[in-house]
């Protein structure tokens, strides 16, 4: 299994901000798409962001729930990807797990992500 070690979570008011990290390997980062999905407490696990670097630039995708208040980036020199979530709502509480696919169809589709982080748990609250 490819690791992918993730940092970041916590607790945050609402309208804050909270910045996660996923550390891959060095071909993970370059070949795959990279994802982050989520799961709030009684739900199904839910698409958020991805990334995936070609043709000499990042292409990235977004959720429409988190399109205008996520960013997802990656760093070409630490094989990392972050997501940077502003305007953060208590729907937004969710365990978020980082996750690398390699040749996804449906960029969404969790099916098709074969490596996963531990997850980290993102709570929003007053």
């Known amino acids: 299994q490819v690791p992918l070690v993730e940092s970041g979570g916590g607790l945050v008011q609402p309208g804050g901000s909270l910045s996660l990290s996923c550390a891959a390997s060095?071909?993970?980062?370059?070949?795959?798409?990279l994802g982050w999905f989520r799961q709030p407490p009684g739900k199904e696990r839910e698409f958020v962001a991805a990334?995936?670097?070609?043709?000499?630039?990042?292409?990235?995708y977004y959720a429409d729930s988190v399109k205008g208040r996520f960013t997802i980036s990656g760093d070409n020199a630490k094989n990392t990807v972050y997501l940077q979530m502003n305007s953060l709502k208590p729907e937004d509480t969710a365990v978020y797990y980082c996750?690398?696919?390699?040749?996804?169809?449906?960029?969404?589709?969790?099916?098709?992500?074969?490596?996963w982080g531990q997850g980290t748990q993102v709570t929003v609250s007053s």
């Open positions: 990334i995936r670097w070609r043709w000499g630039g990042f292409i990235t």
């Open positions: 996750a690398a696919g390699f040749q996804v169809a449906d960029i969404g589709n969790h099916n098709e992500y074969l490596h």
């Open positions: 060095e071909r993970t980062f370059k070949t795959d798409h």
